[in-house]
C-alpha cells in the first residue's frame, strides 16, 4: 500500500468520489477516486488537502481511496 498527498479539485457527492491532483504532480490529475465513507462529505471540499491510499498502482484512480481530508 501506498499513501500520498493530494489536492481535491472536485467531489461528487452522489457517486461520493472526487477529482484529485497528487502533490508534486501538476499536469496528472486522478478522476473519480474513491472517497472513504468515514470522511465526512461537508470536508470534502475543492482546494482542500488530502491523504490518498493507493492498492496497488498509484497511476489507475480505480485503486485510489481518499482516506483524510484536512486543512
Given at each position: 500500500?501506498e499513501?500520498?498527498?493530494?489536492?481535491?479539485?472536485?467531489?461528487?457527492?452522489?457517486s461520493?468520489?472526487?477529482?484529485?491532483?497528487?502533490?508534486?504532480?501538476?499536469?496528472?490529475?486522478?478522476?473519480?477516486?474513491?472517497?472513504?465513507?468515514?470522511?465526512?462529505?461537508?470536508?470534502?471540499?475543492?482546494?482542500?488537502?488530502?491523504?490518498?491510499?493507493?492498492?496497488?498502482?498509484?497511476?489507475?484512480?480505480?485503486?485510489?481511496?481518499?482516506i483524510?481530508?484536512?486543512?
Amino acid at each position: 500500500m501506498e499513501l500520498r498527498r493530494a489536492t481535491i479539485k472536485k467531489f461528487d457527492a452522489a457517486s461520493f468520489t472526487a477529482d484529485v491532483q497528487p502533490d508534486g504532480s501538476v499536469p496528472t490529475w486522478l478522476a473519480g477516486a474513491r472517497v472513504s465513507r468515514a470522511v465526512p462529505a461537508a470536508e470534502v471540499l475543492a482546494g482542500r488537502a488530502c491523504i490518498i491510499a493507493f492498492a496497488a498502482d498509484p497511476s489507475d484512480p480505480t485503486e485510489a481511496v481518499i482516506i483524510a481530508v484536512y486543512a
